[in-house]
């Protein structure tokens, strides 16, 4: 569990959570939290996302959907979300510029005193071309999402399939089905995540051994110890985003490439 202060004493809190622990967790709780739920861990979605716990005892209910938004229909008011995250690089938009959604009259501090730009909330001049495009991309990822989530999909089983039957000792992380369209994490046993991450570049194969949160970190993924990867395969993990501008025949080469890696680095 991890603590942020802020200001107004607002305390966002990010966990993984079950309904029954943040029923408990809630009950004792003062009003003036914030609850930031981490939903798309792996790229698997979490079983609980829906804030009416947390309205039933008085608690502003946030989501992180940086992973999922635009890939994924998020209704806020079927999941009874006070606040989401989203940034726009996550569906083809520009870096470094992203929003937060919140319901009228919900207490966000400002987080930058000054001016009265964005609401009073964040004060100095308004990116303009990268709220300009952030909004553009949106419209054609919503536009398109329907298409592209199910060519996303189809990319990603057929990874999963040709991983799962040609190379040995493999493991996927987090569910089959119930995740990411463009999320495949798979840890190889007795394989050095960061010598496969190298490898992979050397070839023009950009993937990643954590998020981008703990990139450049030589610690094992908290997330990977939750589930209870074995020490093994943790290690060898690797984790591969897939989008709608990827191809059968990308995929293919790829996963060509992984089984001559693997094969050298078991070897060596």
């Known amino acids: 569990?991890?603590?942020?202060?802020?200001?107004?004493?607002?305390?966002?809190?990010?966990?993984?959570?079950?309904?029954?622990?943040?029923?408990?967790?809630?009950?004792?709780?003062?009003?003036?939290?914030?609850?930031?739920?981490?939903?798309?861990?792996?790229?698997?979605?979490?079983?609980?996302?829906?804030?009416?716990?947390?309205?039933?005892?008085?608690?502003?209910?946030?989501?992180?959907?940086?992973?999922?938004?635009?890939?994924?229909?998020?209704?806020?008011?079927?999941?009874?979300?006070?606040?989401?995250?989203?940034?726009a690089h996550k569906f083809h938009g520009p870096k470094g510029v992203g929003f937060v959604y919140a319901r009228e009259k919900r207490p966000i501090p400002s987080f930058i005193n000054g001016g009265g730009q964005e609401y009073g909330k964040r004060a100095g001049t308004e990116n303009v071309a990268g709220i300009i495009g952030m909004a553009e991309a949106l419209k054609l990822s919503t536009d398109n999402m329907k298409y592209n989530r199910q060519h996303v999909i189809k990319l990603r089983n057929h990874m999963i399939e040709r991983v799962e039957n040609e190379i040995e000792?493999?493991?996927?992380?987090?569910?089959?089905?119930?995740?990411?369209?463009?999320?495949?994490?798979?840890?190889?046993?007795?394989?050095?995540?960061?010598?496969?991450?190298?490898?992979?570049?050397?070839?023009?194969?950009?993937?990643?051994?954590?998020?981008?949160?703990?990139?450049?970190?030589?610690s094992l993924s908290h997330v990977i110890k939750a589930i209870d990867v074995p020490m093994e395969y943790a290690r060898g993990t690797i984790r591969f985003s897939l989008s709608s501008d990827n191809t059968i025949n990308q995929i293919d080469v790829t996963v060509n490439i992984l089984k001559k890696l693997i094969k050298i680095l078991r070897n060596k």
Not at 25 to 53: E, N, R, W
Not at 187 to 213: Q, R, T
């Open 1 to 87: 569990m991890k603590h942020m202060n802020v200001p107004n004493q607002l305390t966002i809190i990010r966990i993984i959570l079950t309904p029954i622990f943040l029923a408990l967790f809630l009950s004792d709780m003062p009003h003036h939290y914030l609850i930031g739920l981490i939903v798309f861990a792996i790229g698997s979605f979490t079983d609980f996302l829906d804030g009416k716990i947390a309205r039933k005892y008085g608690v502003l209910f946030h989501t992180d959907a940086v992973q999922a938004f635009g890939q994924v229909d998020i209704k806020v008011d079927e999941y009874n979300i006070d606040m989401l995250s989203a940034s």
């Open 169 to 218: 000792e493999v493991m996927l992380n987090g569910d089959l089905n119930n995740r990411l369209p463009g999320n495949v994490n798979f840890s190889f046993k007795d394989i050095e995540g960061m010598e496969l991450l190298i490898l992979l570049e050397e070839e023009g194969i950009y993937a990643s051994v954590g998020s981008a949160c703990s990139a450049g970190s030589s």
